[in-house]
T-cell receptor, first 110, second 116 residues
Framework: GQNIDQPTEMTATEGAIVQINCTYQ??????LFWYQQHAGEAPTFLSY????GLEEKGRFSSFLSRSKGYSYLLLKELQMKDSASYLC???????????FGTGTRLQVFP | DTAVSQTPKYLVTQMGNDKSIKCEQN?????MYWYKQDSKKFLKIMFS???????INETVPNRFSPKSPDKAHLNLHINSLELGDSAVYFC???????????????FGEGSRLTVL
């Protein structure tokens, strides 16, 4: 079957670093996405990994290990505006089906 | 100049009614989607159309009927609304994701449906 798991909530302090983990199980895998969703708004794309390793994009980095079915999103120099839900999603092989996790709600405190 | 726009943004209606949500994208994408996000914030795919052709149809009650008059539009019609249909419905579009490109989903702002 297909399954994706991430923590429900996390808290962190402004200026700190936080790592949001995501594990997935699927028989066919064609890439992993991270989306950010502020309360009451639409999800917006953050990153895409299809090969193992770390992809860095400014303050945000995303890591993928296909053999372990594992990804993480690393947020550095946290800002108050980073308070949002972070959705992990994998692309089911050979389809346009993006399977989302339940999201991790991150709260950044001063 | 909104890329993916959906209307209405808010919809409050009685149980048993029929309602529609419209979606339009001006990104030139081939694929459009409807996602449902429930009160627990779980985002789940309902339908996907590629060039007006239905390609993903998850286990959704047949009270939900999508229609794609052209590849820039994907509407969602819901018959005999039930309390459990209350959710935020997101329209999205993308280039074909299955080719393994770095394509991403572009979401509309969501339509919050409340069934009383």
């Amino acid at each position: 079957g297909q399954n994706i798991d991430q923590p429900t909530e996390m808290t962190a302090t402004e200026g700190a670093i936080v790592q949001i983990n995501c594990t997935y199980q699927t028989s066919g895998f064609n890439g992993l996405f991270w989306y950010q969703q502020h309360a009451g708004e639409a999800p917006t794309f953050l990153s895409y990994n299809v090969l193992d390793g770390l992809e860095e994009k400014g303050r945000f980095s995303s890591f993928l290990s296909r053999s372990k079915g594992y990804s993480y999103l690393l947020l550095k120099e946290l800002q108050m505006k980073d308070s949002a839900s972070y959705l992990c999603a994998f692309l089911s092989y050979n389809t346009d089906k993006l399977i989302f996790g339940t999201g991790t709600r991150l709260q950044v405190f001063p | 100049d909104t890329a993916v726009s959906q209307t209405p943004k808010y919809l409050v209606t009685q149980m048993g009614n029929d309602k529609s949500i419209k979606c339009e994208q001006n990104l030139g994408h081939d694929t459009m989607y409807w996602y449902k996000q429930d009160s627990k914030k779980f985002l789940k795919i309902m339908f996907s159309y590629n060039n007006k052709e239905l390609i993903i149809n998850e286990t959704v009650p047949n009270r939900f009927s999508p229609k794609s008059p052209d590849k820039a539009h994907l509407n969602l019609h819901i018959n005999s609304l039930e309390l459990g249909d209350s959710a935020v419905y997101f329209c999205a579009s993308s280039q074909e994701l299955r080719t393994g490109t770095t394509g991403e989903l572009f979401f509309g702002e969501g339509s919050r449906l409340t069934v009383l």
